[in-house]
């Protein structure tokens, strides 16, 4: 569904993604894990068509989207729900839900994707009038999710979604996403440095570092892999 072929990126003269290789499957969950700095959030924003490769290409339904712009990944159906959420904190709940469905035609389809949405968070209903830049930080990632469920996409990158969240709210992201998986059916990349649980609820996990792909396997697998084990769990 989604491949990553031998991706360059660079920031200038810094070389941050070094023939980076991954797919994923329709209907996948799949962990890039690695520690902050790895390139993670490159690969997303690369996906996303926020930057462009120097090398490599990166093929969605058969088709090569990496000379794509950003708002023509979005209407293929791969968006993401940002590192540190950025909401619109001065617009409504209801008003950032609704800018998640511009790319939608037609009203009717914008209505049905908010019920859809305040049917799978009922307290985002409950606070649709209220200023999403008041909200707690889970509330407001429940408020980035529902943004990009709004686009009816058919991949959603999740970066860091753990990031900043009290370990009781953590845990309740993850149950989130593995719900949006399985019960909606849509595709799921998860960037994460929160190995553990990653691993845990993912199908597949790719582990980066410096750039590169450095191990790849059965989520459940790389818990008991002695490298990731030592150089990310502590064990």
């Known amino acids: 569904m989604l491949t990553v072929n031998n991706v360059d990126v660079s920031y200038g003269d810094v070389q941050v993604l070094k023939g980076i290789s991954l797919d994923v499957k329709d209907k996948e969950l799949v962990a890039v894990i690695g520690a902050n700095g790895a ?14 490769p120097g090398k490599g290409s990166i093929i969605f339904d058969d088709q090569p989207i990496h000379g794509l712009p950003a708002h023509r990944v979005v209407a293929k159906g791969i968006v993401q729900v940002p590192e540190g959420r950025l909401l619109f904190p001065d617009m409504t709940v209801k008003e950032n839900l609704e800018m998640g469905g511009y790319l939608l035609s037609g009203s009717q389809m ?56 009290a370990p009781k709210i953590v845990q309740s992201i993850f149950d989130m996403i593995v719900k949006i998986n399985k019960e909606l ?35 459940c697998d790389m818990l008991e892999n002695e490298h990731v084990r030592k150089a990310y769990l502590g064990l």
């Open 39 to 52: 390139g993670k959030t490159t690969l997303i924003k690369t996906i996303s068509g926020l930057l462009k």
């Open 110 to 165: 914008v209505a049905n994707n908010l019920d859809m949405v305040f049917e799978l968070f009922p307290v985002l209903k409950e606070r649709q009038k209220q200023l999403a830049g008041t909200m707690s930080g889970g509330e407001q990632q429940m408020v980035a999710v529902g943004r990009a469920l709004m686009s009816s996409p058919k991949v959603i990158m999740f970066d860091e979604p753990s990031l900043g969240l």
């Open 185 to 219: 059916g849509i595709t799921i990349l998860l960037v994460e440095q929160n190995v553990k649980h990653s691993c845990q609820i993912s199908d597949r996990a790719f582990v980066i570092e410096n750039g590169e792909v450095v191990l790849s396997g059965c989520g």
